[in-house]
T-cell receptor
Framework: EAQVTQNPRYLITVTGKKLTVTCSQNMNHEYMSWYRQDPGLGLRQIYYSMNVEVTDKGDVPEGYKVSRKEKRNFPLILESPSPNQTSLYFC?????????????FGQGTRLTVV | EDKVVQSPLSLVVHEGDTVTLNCSYEVTNFRSLLWYKQEKKAPTFLFMLTSSGIEKKSGRLSSILDKKELSSILNITATQTGDSAIYLCAVVPQGGSEKLVFGKGTKLTVNP
């Protein structure tokens, strides 16, 4: 089954403790991205990657890092989480933006930083 | 700055009603517009629109793009409680950062 898998689904952590949210897709998609969703603000892009070893900042990259060492994986790293990073996070992938394909979303990770 | 505005932000209807959700956009170079449905989990894809005036239809849902008015509508006829969700509109600009620009969504509640 074609899917985007995020882990964990729920995470509560303390300020400053490094964490990684994993994202994996099994569709051989080139394009992957991370979004955060907050009430009243909608979905905002954090980082995206157009292919292996190619990443770039989205609208709200501060406090986040990503890597794309393999095509299928695109982890989101919070080196020193803060309470304002409490949010619902989604990973998405698509085959190639230039060919007009829709993005497939993971199930989301609800992160709480206390 | 690219922008997508959805209206209304929230809508409450009764089962059987027909609803129209609006999405307007401002992007430097438009490539396509996407509609998603989000229940208590990940957004799921509904439609992709690239050409003006061509209606996309799936069951009771339909959508059309108007490039002249820089807008799109999503229609849902004979609504059911299962249609209750947040409906998201996103625009894909040409080139540049290759990102989806999302609106804030319309929260639809269908009461029995």
């Amino acid at each position: 089954e074609a899917q985007v898998t995020q882990n964990p689904r729920y995470l509560i952590t303390v300020t400053g403790k490094k964490l990684t949210v994993t994202c994996s897709q099994n569709m051989n998609h080139e394009y992957m991205s991370w979004y955060r969703q907050d009430p009243g603000l909608g979905l905002r892009q954090i980082y995206y990657s157009m292919n292996v070893e190619v990443t770039d900042k989205g609208d709200v990259p501060e406090g986040y890092k990503v890597s794309r060492k393999e095509k299928r994986n695109f982890p989101l790293i919070l080196e020193s989480p803060s309470p304002n990073q409490t949010s619902l996070y989604f990973c998405a992938s698509s085959s190639n933006r230039r060919t007009n394909t829709e993005a497939f979303f993971g199930q989301g990770t609800r992160l709480t930083v206390v | 700055e690219d922008k997508v505005v959805q209206s209304p932000l929230s809508l409450v209807v009764h089962e059987g009603d027909t609803v129209t959700l609006n999405c307007s956009y401002e992007v430097t170079n438009f490539r396509s517009l996407l509609w998603y449905k989000q229940e208590k989990k990940a957004p799921t894809f509904l439609f992709m629109l690239t050409s003006s005036g061509i209606e996309k239809k799936s069951g009771r849902l339909s959508s059309i793009l108007d490039k002249k008015e820089l807008s799109s509508i999503l229609n849902i006829t004979a609504t059911q409680t299962g249609d209750s969700a947040i409906y998201l509109c996103a625009v894909v600009p040409q080139g540049g950062s290759e990102k989806l620009v999302f609106g804030k969504g319309t929260k639809l509640t269908v009461n029995p």
